[in-house]
Nanobody, 121 residues
Framework: QLQLVESGGGLVQPGGSLRLSCAAS????????IGWFRQAPGKEREGVSC????????KYADSVKGRFTIPRDNAKNTVYLQMNSLKPEDTAIYYC??????????????WGQGTRVTVSS
């Protein structure tokens, strides 16, 4: 079965950093585009970032540009979300998802279980 497993969430102070991991099993992650999404309490799910299959193209929401990056390590079959300069408004459950290319959230077929990020002083 194709699975994505997320990890790395936790509590961090404003201005701090976290690195989330999205590890794939049952398939080769390099053959998929990987998107990161988040959902805050009472809010709609929103796209955070996406990296193409080749890794040559990345896309970021305006709210995280310049603060987040999405590197991938094909040898470990893992994609990361590196989050720097975190703000309280970044607090959410973060999900990774796999698709043939970067698309809207409802078009992804494979999802991780989510990992909670809390940014608070």
């Amino acid at each position: 079965q194709l699975q994505l497993v997320e990890s790395g969430g936790g509590l961090v102070q404003p201005g701090g950093s976290l690195r989330l991991s999205c590890a794939a099993s049952g398939f080769t992650l390099a053959t998929y585009a990987i998107g990161w999404f988040r959902q805050a309490p009472g809010k709609e799910r929103e796209g955070v970032s996406c990296i193409s299959r080749s890794g040559s193209s990345t896309k970021y929401a305006d709210s995280v540009k310049g603060r987040f990056t999405i590197p991938r390590d094909n040898a470990k079959n893992t994609v990361y979300l590196q989050m720097n300069s975190l703000k309280p408004e970044d607090t959410a459950i973060y999900y990774c998802a796999a698709a043939g290319l970067c698309v809207l959230w409802h078009e992804y077929d494979y999802w991780g279980q989510g990992t909670r990020v809390t940014v608070s002083s």
